[in-house]
């Protein structure tokens, strides 16, 4: 088992930067990848981010390549979604989530955290 808490979601103006961390207990977690997904209203989650369980590779959604960039700290079991040049449309319900495979599709990933809230304001 895995679990995970998201830090650090709150308000932010556009164009504005924010970074959200996902402390992960448990399980090792630097034998497991990591991804981020976020949910807006009204619509359905989505994949924005993963990341390998030795964080030499890093993929991402075309909607935020290029702004985003994610990481981890294996010593610190913390996965992290650093965000550039946010977008009203980057409002939605971020989620970290964890699993052996990793990928961009929900169900390769086993374990989620609860969700923080980011809110970008135009």
């Known amino acids: 088992q895995v679990q995970l808490v998201e830090y650090g979601g709150g308000l932010v103006q556009a164009g504005g930067s924010l970074r959200v961390s996902c402390a992960a207990s448990?399980?090792?977690?630097?034998?497991?990848?990591m991804g981020w997904f976020r949910q807006a209203p009204g619509k359905e989650r989505e994949f924005v981010a993963g990341?390998?369980?030795?964080?030499?590779?890093?993929y991402y959604a075309d909607s935020v390549k290029g702004r985003f960039t994610i990481s981890r700290d294996n010593y610190k079991n913390t996965a992290y979604l650093e965000m550039n040049s946010l977008k009203p449309e980057d409002t939605a319900v971020y989620y970290c989530?964890?699993?052996?495979?990793?990928?961009?599709?929900?169900?390769?990933?086993?374990?989620w955290g609860q969700g923080t809230q980011i809110t970008v304001s135009s």
């Open positions: 989530a964890a699993g052996p495979r990793g990928g961009m599709m929900e169900p390769s990933y086993a374990y």
């Open positions: 448990g399980r090792t977690f630097s034998n497991v990848a």
């Open positions: 990341i390998s369980w030795t964080g030499r590779s890093t």
